[in-house]
């Protein structure tokens, strides 16, 4: 069974003084507003509305955390990037993902959302800024490649690929859709390895740091 199925609903944090203690390892999600993280959750996860969809971007505003049957928590920060969202409530944003992502001691991977049409933004440099300095993996999923031809995709993703290949291994690269549900098995096998799982037993066996 995908290690993402069966996901259950656990907390969701305003700031960074109220996270949860650090039980068991978390993998988590992030990407810039209107990317289609939510809908890469869901898809993952195998159900409509585990994370919050709208066509108003930048409504997630907390950390939320969902806990999985292997023990691990799949972590669901908040989208980053809309103008629209007021300067203070923007500042706080970035504030608590920077805390998380740079000193969260469970947190062991992390999985970028990028729209494949505009791959790399400013705001996607900082977020690997932010967390590339911990070493541990980043991997890239460049969401609504349905959108694209296949030529377009396959360039989008060696576009990323180059950009970023002076970070070695630790960063991968790929094409996902939500809509066709086309990439979610190498997503769970990225993943699955992080966490020292195979992909047999990844819903069975609970994972401990």
Not at 118 to 145: E, Q, V, Y
Not at 203 to 208: I, L, N, R, Y
């Amino acid at each position: 069974m995908p290690i993402f199925r069966n996901a259950q609903f656990e907390i969701s944090i305003a700031k960074p003084g109220g996270l949860p203690p650090p039980v068991g390892a978390e993998v988590a999600f992030a990407g810039r507003s209107n990317a289609g993280k939510s809908s890469a959750i869901n898809t993952l996860a195998g159900h409509t509305r585990l994370a919050y969809v709208s066509k108003t971007p930048g409504r997630t505003q907390l950390i939320n955390f969902f806990r999985l049957n292997c023990g691990a928590a799949l972590v669901d920060l908040p989208g980053y990037g809309y103008a629209k969202v007021p300067e203070a409530i923007r500042k706080q944003w970035g504030h608590l993902l920077e805390t998380y992502l740079r000193k969260r001691e469970n947190l062991i991977g992390l999985v970028l959302i990028m729209d494949s049409r505009h791959p790399l933004t400013p705001l996607d440099h900082n977020m690997i800024g932010w967390f590339a300095p911990t070493g541990r993996p980043i991997h890239i999923l460049l969401t609504k490649s349905d959108k694209l031809s296949r030529n377009q995709a396959s360039a989008a993703q060696a576009f990323v690929r180059q950009s970023l290949a002076a970070m070695g291994p630790q960063v991968s690269v790929q094409l996902f859709s939500s809509l066709k549900k086309t990439g979610v098995e190498e997503v769970e096998s990225v993943v699955a390895g992080w966490l020292g799982l195979s992909d047999a037993h990844a819903a069975a066996e609970p994972v401990a740091l």
